[in-house]
C-alpha cells in the first residue's frame, strides 16, 4: 500500500557530499515522523537522523554539523544533505516512516524503504 524509494547513493572521497532523497507514495492519510537510518557491515543498524511533522530534528552525535535532514510535506520527501562524509559514513542508508493510512488514520505503520549505499573512500 506505501513505498518509499530512496535515491542519491553512491561512491565519493573524503570530504565530497551527497544528497540523499525519499518519496513515499501509496495510500498515504498523513506521515509523522520521517527519518534515516544507516547498517554498515557487520554492525547494527543506527539512526543518523529523524525529523517530526512539526517540530525539531534529531541528529546522532557522529553526524551533527555535517548531515542535515528536511521534508517536504506536500510531496511527502525526506531528505539527508550530506557534507564532509567520512570513511565511517560507509553503510547503506534506510529511509524510514511513519504513516497513516485513510482506513484508520489514527493508526501509525513504521514503513521502510529498499536501502541506498553510501560509499566513502579515496
Known amino acids: 500500500q506505501v513505498q518509499l524509494v530512496e535515491s542519491g547513493g553512491g561512491l565519493v572521497q573524503p570530504g565530497g557530499s551527497l544528497r540523499l532523497s525519499c518519496a513515499a507514495s501509496?495510500?498515504?492519510?498523513?506521515?509523522?515522523?520521517m527519518g534515516w537510518y544507516r547498517q554498515a557491515p557487520g554492525k547494527q543498524r543506527e539512526l543518523v537522523a529523524t525529523?517530526?511533522?512539526?517540530?525539531?530534528?534529531n541528529y546522532a552525535d557522529s553526524v551533527k554539523g555535517r548531515f542535515t535532514i528536511s521534508r517536504d510535506n506536500a510531496k511527502n520527501t525526506v531528505t539527508l544533505q550530506m557534507n564532509s562524509l567520512k570513511p565511517e559514513d560507509t553503510a547503506v542508508y534506510y529511509c524510514?516512516?511513519?504513516?497513516?493510512?485513510?482506513?484508520?488514520?489514527?493508526?501509525?505503520?513504521?514503513?521502510w524503504g529498499q536501502g541506498t549505499q553510501v560509499t566513502v573512500s579515496s
Open positions: 524510514n516512516a511513519d504513516i497513516s493510512h485513510y482506513s484508520d488514520y489514527d493508526v501509525y505503520y513504521e514503513y
Open positions: 501509496g495510500r498515504i492519510f498523513s506521515i509523522n515522523e
Open positions: 525529523i517530526p511533522s512539526g517540530g525539531s530534528t
